[in-house]
């Protein structure tokens, strides 16, 4: 059987209306329902959660939302969406730790605590991690491996079940070009060892590691072949519908 391959779609602040947003969801949930071994999870802004909830037309496909309040009980935090509140809604993936939210002032120490919250509920907690810049002597590993250590500093060994690492170099979000495939297989085996240094072998095979920045339909092919990633985080391109649904067929023909 082929290992299955997990692509989340990171609609950030799209589309503008929800008759769009509607539109979008229908659409990934039909190719994602003739794709064999590709899971797509959809993840809307809050406001529009209710086009990616049904899960009717395709299996494949899951809901996910981008972030989460740090807080678990109900009370005084204007403008926070607690897990539970997304887990009644049927939401069974949560992103952590953003750049575009760390860049808005979470730290590691809130990105750990969202990932627990998030884990406790049992959802998935994809935490996104990622050097801002590159230097020939190597600092970026270490920046990269204290942010992957502090981030998932209140995750036990028991939840991991519920962890995904989203490997996203900040300078390729966003940009024109993905990181080449090479340089994603090197880094993504160093996200395995920072994994089998918490966590033991055993859990770190398990972990999806997926690549994230700049991804489209011309170069998810090379990602995954060549960068041996687990699956991809898809921002700018989830919503245009032409190139999101070619994408998803072209790694759904790939035999891994
Ligand atoms: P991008 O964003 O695909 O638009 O580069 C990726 C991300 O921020 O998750």
Sequence with gaps: MSKRILVVANWKMNPATLEEARNIAQKTRRIASRLTHTDVVICPPNVFISVGASRTKSANTYLGVQSVSPYVEEGPHTGEVGVHMLRDLGVEYVIAGHSEER???????????????????????IVCVGEQTRDDGGAYLETLSEQIRNSLANIQK????NLVVAYEPIWAIGAKDAMNPEQIYETSLFVKKVLTDLFGQDVAMKVKVLYGGAVNAVNASDIIKIGKVDGLLVGRESVHMSGFGELLRIIDGINL
């Design 103 to 125: 860049a808005r002032g979470d730290t590691d120490a809130e990105v750990s605590k969202k990932v627990e919250v998030i884990v406790n509920e049992n959802i998935t907690a």
């Design 158 to 161: 028991r939840n991991t079940k």
